[in-house]
């Protein structure tokens, strides 16, 4: 056992403790002062219990003993009883709040650390700290381990004035049988980390069998087995790896039977010497002595457990501290983010490059625009050529490799990234609705209802206003079925309306819609972008659209192939140019035109 990490473990604790509620300290305290005296009433009056009834005194006063060793002893159990309680409530609740912790660090982690397996892991092991009680029994552990050297100082003076090697013998019975708990701790450990990525490929595949988005294409692909297989070759590894964990606990369990049998039968050999030998102790000083042998094992295992307990949950408690010290670069901006409506913004991508974490090839090379305030983008291309990269880049979802990109002439990773973000209204085109009610997808405001009107107004602009009105409880319906059986499931154009609808009650100087009239029909995308000149007259837009249709409401487009800008101009000037922008818009025009049967 590594001492050095043992106090470090314990002071991460007692700092995290003293930052979230100090006052568990005097809790903590409290437990261990009356959990160390609790054995004692027993160990000491047992002696002058016995004695009397072998007629060393008289039958009341052994009464009056035994009155007093059960009030003690009552009394030390109650006390510790609502002790232990309010620190039980206490931790779980410094568990809760890292719990909430935990999970607000995750909505708010940078987007391209949150796109890593690597901190999904760790995001795993740190939910294992506090999802699995290992928190809760790594606060209890460190109680243990006070109170049972506190009450290790009492009765080893008892049992070294009876006999020294009776207590050597039990202490080094004990510290074999807890060195062997502390390789298994260790061993379950590293298990742990080979059983954590498994896990949650099961979890998720799990979800994804009840994922009603996935359901039509398990089905009508008949990918029941396919995907079973799978699974089952998970679960067969997982459970495979928990055998070998069960068989080595056995292994150690039986140990620990045979070492305490055998320390159980060498105590009562050594007394029983001294009483019946050497008679040199009494029936009441065996009583006694063997009393504070139990307390002694018990201390002993208490403390070596304990330590084995904050070393190992410890590692999972460092695995907590070690997510929630994750840091990228997205955050590092606090500078103030000077924008009027009335001068918009300006965006501009100055020799920008950027390559996607792991990755060797660019998705984005030097990528040279300007963007004046209040034009309206069209970003075209075809699959792959950087338009999605152009505008995750944009929302500051990644940063740049090389090059910079500027708001109004300043770097945007010097801007205070939250407020950066207020700045954007965004429909992404794998937008997601959330299970809440029609408005509260809307507005994300649980106290709206004010503004029914406004959305209904904004509704009609956009063709939404009479699915609205249908819904069966208006805008207080709620989506999905996940919380409510009465739930409603939107089409995919319903629910492409309503995350439009959201970007537009954004107060923000950038509207960005990627794909928003992918699921829409030809008159709905029509009337929607029409609505868009109207609601983004003082924005600047960016759209990404594969439909060039829509690229003739824009004053600028911007053409992507291959992770470059190859061209950037309005529709007129880039067909007379004849480059790819004609070769795509004349793809389409072939595509939709009439052709003879």
């Excluded at 004010?450 to 819904?471: P, S, T, V």
Aim: with cysteine; glycine share 6%.
């Amino acid at each position: 056992m590594k001492t050095g990490n043992f106090w470090r473990n314990i002071r991460s604790l007692l700092q995290f403790i003293c930052i979230n509620d100090g006052r568990i300290f005097l809790w903590i305290g409290s437990s261990i002062v009356i959990s160390a005296l609790a054995p004692f009433p027993y160990i000491l009056l047992s002696k002058k219990v016995i004695n009397a009834f072998t007629g060393e005194s008289d039958y009341m006063t052994a009464v009056r003993m035994i009155a007093l060793m059960v009030v003690l002893d009552w009394l030390l159990r109650t006390v510790n009883q609502f002790i232990d309680t309010e620190l039980d409530k206490k931790v779980k609740r410094l568990e809760y709040g890292a719990i909430q912790r935990l999970f607000y660090k995750m909505s708010v982690m940078d987007y391209a650390l949150l796109d890593d397996a690597d901190t999904k892991d760790k995001f795993g092991k740190a939910t294992k700290c506090v999802m699995s009680l290992n928190f809760y029994e790594l606060v209890l552990s460190l109680r243990t381990f006070f109170s049972s050297a506190l009450i290790l100082l009492g009765v080893a003076g008892i049992i070294g004035s009876v006999d020294l090697a009776l207590m050597l013998v039990i202490s080094l019975v004990i510290l074999a049988n807890a060195c062997a708990n502390s390789r298994l701790k260790r061993y379950r450990y590293r298990m742990d980390s080979d059983l954590w990525p498994i896990d949650r490929k099961m979890v998720w595949f799990m979800q994804f069998c009840a994922n009603i988005e996935y359901a039509k294409e398990i089905r009508v692909n008949q990918l029941q087995e396919f995907i079973f297989r799978k699974y089952r070759r998970l679960s067969d590894h997982y459970y495979h790896l928990l055998d070998r964990i069960t068989n080595s606990e056995g292994i150690v369990k039986c140990m620990g039977i045979f070492l305490s049998s055998l320390q159980e039968g060498m105590a009562y050999l050594v007394l029983g010497y001294k009483i019946l030998v050497e008679r040199t102790l009494t029936v009441g000083d065996f009583t006694m002595v063997f009393g504070a042998i139990t307390s002694f094992k018990n201390a002993c295992s208490g403390m070596i457990n304990g330590i084995i307990e904050v070393l190992n949950r410890g590692r999972y408690f460092s695995n907590y501290l070690e997510f929630m010290e994750l840091e990228g670069d997205s955050h590092k901006g606090d500078g103030l983010i000077e924008t009027k409506t009335e001068q918009g913004v300006e965006i501009e991508f100055r020799h920008v490059s950027f390559r996607y974490p792991n990755q060797n090839r660019y998705a984005l090379k030097d990528i040279n625009v300007r963007i004046s305030p209040f034009t309206k983008v069209a970003v075209i291309g075809d699959n792959g050529a950087g338009k999605t990269s152009f505008i995750k880049l944009l929302c500051r979802l990644y940063e740049p490799d090389e090059g910079q990109i500027l708001i109004n002439g300043r770097d945007i990773r010097q801007l205070d990234y939250g407020a950066y973000q207020g700045i954007l209204s965004v429909v992404f085109q794998d937008y997601r609705l959330f299970s809440f009610s029609v408005r509260e997808n809307i507005l994300f405001d649980e106290d709206g209802a004010d503004r029914d009107q406004e959305i209904l107004q904004k509704a009609e602009y956009l063709g939404a206003d009479h699915m609205l009105k249908g819904l069966p409880r208006g805008l207080d319906t709620l989506l999905f079925k996940d919380y409510d059986a009465e739930g409603v499931n939107l089409s995919g154009g319903e629910g492409q309306k309503v995350a439009i609808l959201r970007a537009l009650f954004r107060e923000s100087e950038i509207m960005i819609l990627d794909e928003p009239t992918a699921a829409l029909d030809p008159d709905a995308e029509k009337k929607i972008y029409e609505s868009f000149r109207t609601f983004s007259k003082d924005k600047t837009a960016v759209y990404i659209s594969h439909r060039l249709a829509s690229a003739r409401y824009c004053d600028m487009i911007l053409v992507f192939k291959d992770g470059r800008l190859c061209e950037q101009g309005d529709h007129e000037s880039l067909m007379a140019l004849g480059g790819e922008y004609k070769r795509l818009y004349q793809i389409q025009a072939d595509y939709y035109a009439e052709k003879p049967l």
